[in-house]
T-cell receptor, first 116, second 112 residues
Framework: DTEVTQTPKHLVMGMTNKKSLKCEQH?????MYWYKQKAKKPPELMFV???????INESVPSRFSPECPNSSLLNLHLHALQPEDSALYLC???????????????FGNGTRLTVT | QKEVEQNSGPLSVPEGAIASLNCTYSDRGSQSFFWYRQYSGKSPELIMS????GDKEDGRFTAQLNKASQYVSLLIRDSQPSDSATYLCAVIRMNRDDKIIFGKGTRLHILP
């Protein structure tokens, strides 16, 4: 079992819906990430939070809005998504930020999102 | 030149043989290297980390790093059908930004 917990496992939403993805880790990790992964592609970085502050936004459309309420929680708020946003959304954490040079990512099980 | 390159495969290996997966990277100052295994429809799972030149062994897995040649490899001994998955190489670059760069992954198929 992974130590990074994501909910829900599956989500189907219409283009006018608002929904949120949730991620939680209790390993004391200082960095948390959102990745998007399409079939047969590598994970694609969306956002990085370092010490609860947004450190990287990879030019992600504003219909995706991240939030880090505390050091253990990470949310991704979704609004007015498009069908092409359908993908596996992965949360990850690392003990230190990659800028420190050594911490690997630990992934959650992901949320399979389908936009209809 | 892509930052992290892997042969996409599929790489087919008979059961019981050694599977050899390779990864090259462009940033000579890269300092940390990881191998992830990803089963279809599942999330990536960290299987090896390596930080210095040479070999690092963990069970049936051996990671090899050669910084002078800018490549890192993963050997899987006594390959099992359960090793069939996509293997992702990931690298932390020297410029110390908050990114881990992934290769596109190599699909490995172990033939029973």
């Amino acid at each position: 079992d992974t130590e990074v917990t994501q909910t829900p496992k599956h989500l189907v939403m219409g283009m006018t819906n608002k929904k949120s993805l949730k991620c939680e880790q209790h390993m004391g990790h200082r960095a948390m990430y959102w990745y998007k992964q399409k079939a047969k592609k590598p994970p694609e970085l969306m956002f990085v939070y370092s010490y609860e502050k947004l450190s990287i936004n990879e030019s992600v459309p504003s219909r995706f809005s991240p939030e880090c309420p505390n050091s253990s929680l990470l949310n991704l708020h979704l609004h007015a998504l498009q069908p092409e946003d359908s993908a596996l959304y992965l949360c990850a954490s690392s003990q230190d930020t990659p800028g420190q040079g050594w911490s690997p990512l630990h992934f959650g099980n992901g949320t399979r999102l389908t936009v209809t | 030149q892509k930052e992290v390159e892997q042969n996409s495969g599929p790489l087919s290996v008979p059961e019981g043989a050694i599977a050899s997966l390779n990864c090259t990277y462009s940033d000579r100052g890269s300092q940390s290297f990881f191998w992830y295994r990803q089963y279809s429809g599942k999330s990536p799972e960290l299987i090896m980390s390596i930080y210095s030149n040479g070999d690092k062994e963990d069970g049936r897995f051996t990671a090899q790093l050669n910084k002078a040649s800018q490549y890192v490899s993963l050997l899987i001994r006594d390959s099992q059908p359960s090793d069939s998955a996509t293997y992702l190489c990931a690298v932390i670059r020297m410029n110390r930004d908050d990114k881990i760069i992934f290769g596109k992954g190599t699909r490995l198929h172990i033939l029973p």
